[in-house]
């Protein structure tokens, strides 16, 4: 049998990654017309192990994508609409006395899948969003003094509307940290909305298959961690970090936790570029959607009508970007 270089393997790895990419996003693109990037950045959240948050105004596809991208994944789909009276026992499980034998079952919930989505989460009570912690952070869930271990992968899809108040729970910080990216998905551009209404002309609904299993999706999940990432772009990185911090108009800046969060995302993106290496254009391409959601803007920004968005963009702005950093 002939032995293959160490380069050879990653090259075929590579293009296995950027082969599957392809073939769900196409998958996902027969029910979300229009929407290549807030499709793709799903998807690079998925390969980073990551959860994500869907932010968008009603009936431009929030649920839909989450649904769509679940189907092309081979594994168990659960969902939970989050409404003030859900709680915690709902969406983990709970032990229930089996009277012949005379002894409690455990009987889970909706987050005992690999892919769960939990539409509308800021109607939940405080409480409730707080069981999503432990499961988000540890893929494990807790009850009765019983630790569980949830499957792999495991991915939270939240979606909520942002511009619906009345009855709403915002989330915490801490719960805002445990995703990975927050994304909006906008309107369709008319060609797009022509497309949606040939698709949907209320005689069929339409479905998609799997067309990739568990096991491609957690080896590609290991290939994003053996990407290539040059020192001067892990210094590139913690210096837009520092800079944040340093911002007058930025009250919280990036975590080192969110500079961990942004170069896996670039791993990935590079990856589904048939890269094996990352580029600068990988990191500011992602930096939106991976920090966006977790940087604070100082109230006199704020009545400035600066956006998290508009401060990112300065702070990239004010740093040199490295170059030969391939």
């Known amino acids: 049998?002939?032995?293959?270089?160490?380069?050879?393997?990653?090259?075929?790895?590579?293009?296995?990654?950027?082969?599957?990419?392809?073939?769900?996003?196409?998958?996902?693109?027969?029910?979300?017309?229009?929407?290549?990037?807030?499709?793709?950045?799903?998807?690079?959240?998925?390969?980073?192990?990551?959860?994500?948050?869907?932010?968008?105004?009603?009936?431009?596809?929030?649920?839909?994508?989450?649904?769509?991208?679940?189907?092309?994944?081979?594994?168990?789909?659960?969902?939970?609409?989050?409404?003030?009276?859900?709680?915690?026992?709902?969406?983990?499980?709970?032990?229930?006395?089996?009277?012949?034998?005379?002894?409690?079952?455990?009987?889970?919930?909706?987050?005992?899948?690999?892919?769960?989505?939990?539409?509308?989460?800021?109607?939940?009570?405080?409480?409730?969003?707080?069981?999503?912690?432990?499961?988000?952070?540890?893929?494990?869930?807790?009850?009765?003094?019983?630790?569980?271990?949830?499957?792999?992968?495991?991915?939270?899809?939240?979606?909520?509307?942002?511009?619906?108040?009345?009855g709403t729970y915002p989330l915490p910080e801490s719960q805002l940290d445990r995703f990975l990216m927050r994304i909006s998905i906008g309107y369709p551009d008319a060609d797009s909305a022509v497309e949606v209404l040939d698709l949907h002309d209320?005689?069929?609904?339409?479905?998609?298959?799997?067309?990739?299993?568990?096991?491609?999706?957690?080896?590609?999940?290991?290939?994003?961690?053996?990407v290539h990432v040059a020192p001067v772009l892990r210094r590139y990185i913690v210096a837009v970090a520092d800079a944040s911090r340093r911002r007058g108009t930025i009250t919280l800046g990036i975590s080192p936790r969110a500079t961990l969060d942004l170069q896996r995302v670039a791993q990935a993106r590079a990856l589904a570029a048939g890269r094996n290496y990352v580029v600068p254009d990988d990191v500011k391409a992602v930096a939106e959607p991976v920090l966006g959601h977790r940087i604070r803007l100082s109230p006199d920004a704020q009545l400035q009508g600066l956006t998290p968005q508009t401060a990112l963009r300065e702070v990239f702005e004010a740093v040199a970007v490295p170059t030969n950093a391939g």
């Open 202 to 226: 209320g005689t069929t609904e339409i479905n998609v298959g799997p067309v990739a299993s568990a096991d491609e999706i957690k080896a590609m999940t290991r290939t994003v961690t053996e």
């Open 1 to 166: 049998m002939r032995n293959h270089t160490p380069q050879q393997v990653q090259a075929a790895a590579t293009e296995a990654f950027r082969q599957t990419f392809e073939r769900i996003t196409e998958n996902v693109e027969r029910i979300i017309r229009g929407k290549p990037d807030a499709i793709g950045l799903a998807l690079l959240c998925l390969m980073c192990d990551g959860h994500l948050l869907i932010e968008d105004v009603p009936g431009v596809g929030k649920t839909s994508l989450a649904k769509s991208l679940a189907a092309s994944i081979e594994v168990p789909f659960g969902r939970i609409q989050f409404t003030p009276d859900v709680l915690p026992s709902d969406v983990i499980g709970v032990n229930v006395w089996d009277e012949r034998e005379r002894a409690f079952e455990f009987r889970p919930g909706a987050l005992f899948s690999n892919i769960v989505l939990v539409d509308e989460i800021n109607r939940a009570s405080p409480k409730t969003q707080a069981a999503l912690l432990e499961a988000m952070q540890e893929r494990q869930v807790t009850t009765d003094r019983t630790t569980l271990p949830l499957s792999q992968p495991f991915m939270v899809i939240a979606t909520q509307n942002p511009i619906e108040h009345e």
